[in-house]
């Protein structure tokens, strides 16, 4: 593996067409899951080659994730992996939280049964990949469960300004599952979260939605912290 963290491809192969979107999707799940940390470098010509395709959509893909606040471009170092801060961290979850806490509230009133019956399965999955331990999985279906519970209240501007602060803090709640003791008590966190659905309380499930995020950002400050040199 290299600097750019993806694995190397054969150089005699092909190059594939491939658009701008897609090389920062591969990018920005890379960032996300920790394997490109804060600070790695990313260079054009090693990742063209990694991923065989040509260097524009490689240029054009850490354009995107520069807008997205997960990549820094300088004239004489190129492109680095933003910086993740503690403090950075606390405020991004802070207002995740509301969000969140706000579409669990307004999800109880849509709740129909078919609905629940999905949250059910999602959950059910959920809970069997935090009995295996398999974190990849784990992170996969809980991001799932966050998605539908935002996408669930059908409120384009509460999904919207989700979607945009997500971007930058969604690489700390993979990180932050890491820890032992907080991923045991974010499942419960879940297992509560299922109870105030089936009970159609909402204000209970805002109140355990907000302390569910909330708990997150605390860990991942702490994560962070415990990084910093």
């Known amino acids: 593996m290299t600097e750019t ?4 491809m054969n150089d005699a192969k092909p190059v594939r067409q491939a658009s701008a979107e897609w090389v920062a999707a591969q990018l920005r799940g890379r960032i996300i899951r920790g394997e490109l940390l804060p600070g790695a470098r990313i260079v054009e010509r090693t990742l063209s ?3 065989r395709v040509s260097r524009t959509p490689v240029r054009e893909a850490l354009k995107l994730l520069r807008a997205d606040g997960l990549v820094e471009i300088a004239m004489h170092r190129g492109a680095q992996v ?12 802070d207002l995740i939280a509301v969000i969140e806490g706000l579409a669990a509230e307004r999800l109880v009133a849509r709740l129909d ?4 019956e999905r949250l059910e399965a999602m959950h059910a999955r959920m809970k069997a990949q935090y009995a295996a331990r398999d974190a990849t999985a ?10 539908f519970i935002i996408d669930g209240t059908e409120n384009p501007h509460l999904i919207e300004s989700h979607r ?3 971007i930058r803090a969604q690489r700390g709640r993979f990180m932050a599952i890491l820890d032992t003791d907080r991923w045991s ?7 509560e979260l299922m109870v105030a659905l089936r009970a159609r309380d ?6 355990i939605w907000q302390r569910h995020l909330r708990h997150t950002g605390e860990t991942l400050a702490e994560v962070l912290r415990d990084r910093q040199p």
């Open 5 to 8: 963290g993806v694995t190397p």
């Open 49 to 51: 080659a990694e991923l």
């Open 82 to 93: 933003t910086p993740y801060t503690a403090q950075e961290a606390e405020h991004l979850f």
């Open 113 to 116: 049964a078919p609905m629940l």
């Open 138 to 147: 784990y992170f996969d279906t809980n991001t799932s469960i966050h998605a």
């Open 164 to 166: 945009r602060v997500m």
């Open 185 to 191: 008590q974010a499942m419960a966190e879940h297992d």
């Open 202 to 207: 909402a204000a209970s499930a805002a109140e």
